[in-house]
């Protein structure tokens, strides 16, 4: 009797080898979208236009939730890192980096196993220095996109499915996302 493929397996598969510390699977039904997080990315977050992965030259919000509900369910981890100081930027960069390191290696091994899925993360961190908005993206394939760019509310969205985003003090706690 044949096996039947099962994605869901697939991805927890290659997920458990990275360290990643929580994570959980969901109906994209249960995302919770909100054109109002990019009030929040244009008001708090200084890659707010200056990445082709951010607003607001990432397209369309609706377009972007569009995007998500095209798909079924959802993989959804974090990683976490300890830090001697959690409100120390470069830190925090440097925990970014690792987590966004992670979620392209998982995204690198998935595209031998799933012939569709969409990686979504903190933000693209490809570049050193983003071309935007002056040049066109040098590595478009590489690109990745934030959820918050997609309208997810993230922190909320984390706490329904009883996963932690916050360790204590001295941790920065990073998510990323697959939709398939």
């Not at 697939?10 to 458990?16: K, N, Q, R, S, V």
């Not at 377009?63 to 369910?73: F, L, M, T």
């Not at 990745?144 to 009883?162: K, N, P, R």
């Amino acid at each position: 009797m044949k096996e039947i493929f099962d994605p869901q397996k697939a991805i927890e598969d290659t997920a458990l080898a990275f360290p990643i510390c929580e994570y959980c699977f969901g109906d994209t039904a249960q995302l919770p979208f909100s054109d109002k997080v990019w009030f929040i990315c244009e008001t708090d977050c200084e890659r707010y236009g200056h990445s082709w992965a951010c607003p607001p030259y990432c397209v369309d919000i609706q377009e972007k939730i569009a995007a998500c509900k095209n798909y079924r369910n959802f993989f959804l981890f974090s990683t976490v890192t300890e830090v001697e100081n959690a409100w120390d930027k470069n830190a925090c960069l440097k925990a970014k980096l690792v987590h966004e390191e992670i979620t392209r290696k998982m995204q690198i091994e998935l595209k031998e196993k799933l012939s569709d899925f969409y990686v979504l993360s903190t933000g693209c961190t490809t570049c050193e220095v983003c071309a935007c908005p002056d040049e066109p993206c040098r590595h478009p394939e590489q690109r990745l996109s934030s959820m918050e760019s997609h309208g997810i509310v993230i922190l909320q969205l984390a706490s329904e499915m009883g996963l932690s985003y916050s360790f204590g003090s001295d941790t920065v706690v990073y998510f990323s996302m697959i939709l398939f």
